[in-house]
């Protein structure tokens, strides 16, 4: 063999090693603590992340709510978490993220249906273009408002209960925050292009970002701790639904860097059960630990530019 081939494989399988250790493999978190008798809603509960989180969180006893549009499909994977897991504490319910009269109307549902609601996770997220009803850009009403609607909708029955139970809640978002600031008029301009999308869906995971921190700031005279976490790039069924020309965009770096869904979500069930988490309290957590956030997302300003109109297009009062 020659020293050039010699060097050649030795890389091969160098960078090998790495790919399929690094970049497709992420950190697992171990831990066998129950959650029997804890009760936790999780939106896109149906699907990819949230299916599988909800799936563990029932194996642990938890009584488990999954949230999205399409109950038919919820319930499906409800009886399949059920026969799984052998526990029967799973319940699908029908909300809109994208509708917010469908949001107060599942909030109401479930605060007089569910006595308890010790985990929230707001899981749900989307890519796809478009407007909505009230004029606003789809992926940030489904990403953003209609999970901070949903969210503050349900905070008094958190407060109330986190006297006797500590509460934890918790958003998906990304890493993508790093490389954008938030801008009020892509709220409600439609994105005209894949690339563009593209950073809109990156500006709604700083929103939530922002979202988090704040509500920790508000809540000190709460045990109500909040987390955004980063799942990491997750081959998942929702690309499957997108059209051709965004999995042409979107395929290359999900095949080449896309993970297991098992990997994707250790780092939620990091934040939902780990004890030395609430330190960090409105803080960021990214493979199994938490990261300092960047100067830009904790700018006082642009946090209560966005929360005040979060508030005025939600119609919450402030
Ligand atoms: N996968 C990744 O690489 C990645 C990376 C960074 C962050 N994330 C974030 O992680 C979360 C989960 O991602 P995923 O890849 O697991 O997603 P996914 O497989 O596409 O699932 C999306 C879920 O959201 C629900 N949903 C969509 N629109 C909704 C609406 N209007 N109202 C209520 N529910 C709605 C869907 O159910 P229905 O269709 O029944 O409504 C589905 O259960 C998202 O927030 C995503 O932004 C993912």
């Given at each position: 063999m020659s020293f050039k081939l010699l060097v050649s494989a030795v890389i091969a399988v160098v960078v090998g090693y790495y790919w399929l250790n690094y970049v497709k493999r992420g950190p697992i978190y171990e831990s066998d603590k129950k959650l029997n008798g804890k009760t936790v809603l999780i939106t896109g509960?149906?699907?990819?992340i949230g299916k599988a989180t909800a799936m563990d969180l029932a194996k642990r006893g938890a009584r488990v709510v999954i949230a999205s549009r399409n109950l038919k499909k919820s319930n499906k994977v409800k009886d399949e978490i059920i026969k799984e897991s052998g526990n029967h504490e799973v319940r699908a319910m029908q909300v809109d993220l994208e509708d917010f009269d469908s949001v107060r109307k599942f909030a109401k549902e479930f605060d007089e249906s569910e006595k308890y609601l010790d985990y929230l996770i707001n899981n749900a997220g989307i890519l796809l273009e478009g407007m909505t009803k009230y004029g606003l850009n789809r992926i940030f009403v489904v990403n953003y408002f209609g999970p901070f609607l949903l969210t503050n909708l349900l905070l008094d029955k958190m407060k109330k209960q986190s006297a006797k139970r500590p509460v934890r809640i918790i958003n998906l978002t990304s890493e993508g925050y790093k490389f954008v600031e938030f801008a009020e008029s892509d709220i409600s301009r439609e994105p005209s292009g894949l690339v563009e999308a593209s950073m809109v869906y990156l500006k709604t995971n700083l929103a939530n970002i922002y979202f988090i921190y704040d509500l920790n700031n508000k809540l000190n005279d709460y045990d109500i701790t909040t987390y955004s976490v980063n799942p990491g790039t997750v081959n998942t069924e929702g690309f499957d639904n997108l059209s051709f020309e965004w999995k042409l965009w979107i395929y290359p770096p999900v095949l080449l860097f896309g993970r297991n869904v098992h990997y994707g979500y250790q780092t939620t069930l990091y934040t939902l059960l780990d004890d030395s988490v609430a330190q960090h309290s409105g803080g960021f957590f990214n493979g199994c630990s938490h990261e300092e956030l960047l100067p830009h997302a904790t700018n006082e300003s642009a946090i209560l530019s966005l929360m005040r109109k979060s508030l005025e297009v939600t119609g919450l009062s402030p």
């Open positions: 509960g149906n699907s990819g």
